[in-house]
């Protein structure tokens, strides 16, 4: 079983000569924010709209997986309803606005 632990380490955790790799990078601290962004970033991904690397790389708009991630953010809202600050309430509405909104216009061409 792993330990969970509360600390969250920061770039002073680490030497300073100590090259960034992979393995010690430090993360973004577990935050409502954070996981609300992180499936609007894949939802975006899904759809087309954001990718990394070159244009040969670019993969195909998935409409499914798009969804998907659509809905995984809505059953968080709707499960975290009431329990949240006005701030993390507008961000998770207005992320899902957006989404479902470009989501129309990235898909409208296809059919279900």
């Given at each position: 079983m792993i330990a969970m632990s509360d600390e969250v380490n920061t770039r002073e955790d680490f030497a300073a000569?100590?090259?960034?790799?992979?393995?010690?990078?430090?993360?973004?601290?577990?935050?409502?924010?954070?996981?609300?962004?992180?499936?609007?970033?894949?939802?975006?991904?899904?759809m087309g709209l954001l990718h990394f690397g070159e244009g040969p790389?670019?993969?195909?708009?998935?409409?499914?997986?798009?969804?998907?991630?659509?809905?995984?953010?809505a059953m968080l809202q709707h499960k975290t309803k009431g329990n949240l600050s006005l701030e993390e309430q507008r961000l998770i509405d207005n992320s899902l606005t957006e989404l479902r909104f470009r989501f129309v216009q990235a898909f409208s061409d296809q059919k279900p």
């Open positions: 000569d100590d090259p960034m790799t992979e393995d010690n990078m430090p993360l973004p601290p577990p935050t409502f924010e954070f996981l609300t962004l992180s499936f609007k970033t894949q939802a975006e991904i899904h790389d670019k993969p195909k708009p998935n409409a499914r997986m798009a969804r998907h991630t659509i809905d995984m953010l």
